[in-house]
């Protein structure tokens, strides 16, 4: 599948990241309770097209926030839902820190919630773990997958290796996304992005890839180091009906710099034949 260059992250779209829960771009903010936690979603309108709802399941450490950008680019054609999932973002903080089964049971419980036909579900990073579980365990409601910079790579199976790749990957991103980082950890509190990275590293990814029965796109930066291309082939290859997307000159928070590329590779797999396959 081709897709277009990654673009830029500037000032504008940092203002929008920062909005909540104050409305923007069309964006509003709502909490309802979801398995006895107060849960925070940024939506947009519908925009009456009659294409599925689309979901967004941020990743580590971070909340909605980083995915605004690909939320209004999805805006124009789509319903589009943005969960804080439980202890980050706007979200209330559950005692203890989940792990990736229960990421999973809460979304699903949030889909109940808010009695949504079966969606397309796009996962980023350690989301696309919990994506890939609640499309395993739950086919009924995800209608397609997206699996964007999927964790965790089997070659670096471990908090020390997946901080090293996290490292290099802060060298390819643009500087204005380190306020939304700093916000979101300040949100989640470091004790709680530490254990659910430990949760993110013993978490093993590839019994649900094997499981998804959901036409699946995995969407990477080229420059991503934390899904680097041995690994995103990998988990194309496990999910029995997935096809590959690589953004050029992206990395690993291509849902935050390409979010018009990602946006059209979600499009492209509610066409009637997914091309390029």
């Excluded at 950008?69 to 202890?87: K, N, Q, R, S």
């Excluded at 579980?133 to 790579?153: F, I, K, Q, S, Y």
């Amino acid at each position: 599948m081709r897709l277009t260059p990654a673009g830029r992250f500037g000032p504008a779209e940092l203002r929008l990241a920062m909005a909540a829960p104050r409305p923007a771009a069309g964006l509003t903010s709502e909490w309802r309770l979801v398995d006895g936690l107060r849960t925070h979603t940024r939506r947009g309108p519908d925009p009456g097209t009659g294409a599925p709802p689309v979901v967004l399941v941020h990743g580590l450490a971070v909340s909605h926030r980083y995915l605004t950008p690909l939320a209004v680019a999805l805006a124009e054609t789509h319903p589009v839902y943005v969960p804080d999932l439980p202890g980050f973002g706007l979200t209330a903080h559950p005692r203890g820190a989940y792990d990736v089964r229960q990421h999973a049971a809460h979304l699903a419980a949030w889909l109940a919630a808010y009695g949504l036909p079966p969606v397309c579900l796009l996962g980023h990073s350690f989301g696309a773990e919990v994506a890939a579980a609640l499309a395993a365990n739950h086919p009924e409601a995800v209608r397609a997958l997206v699996l964007a910079g999927p964790t965790t790579d089997p070659a670096a199976r471990s908090r020390r290796a997946q901080f090293g790749r996290w490292l290099v990957d802060v060298l390819r991103e643009s500087p204005l996304q380190a306020p939304i980082l700093a916000r979101d950890v300040w949100n989640a509190r470091p004790w709680r992005v530490l254990a659910t990275l430990s949760h993110s590293v013993h978490n093993a990814i590839e019994a649900d890839l094997v499981r998804i029965t959901a036409p699946t796109v995995v969407v990477t930066g080229a420059r991503d180091p934390v899904a680097p291309a041995t690994w995103r082939a990998e988990v194309a290859r496990l999910v029995p009906d997935a096809g590959l997307a690589v953004v050029p000159r992206a990395a690993h928070n291509v849902v935050t710099t390409a979010p018009k590329a990602v946006a059209d590779a979600i499009r492209q797999l509610h066409a009637p034949t997914l091309v390029n396959r």
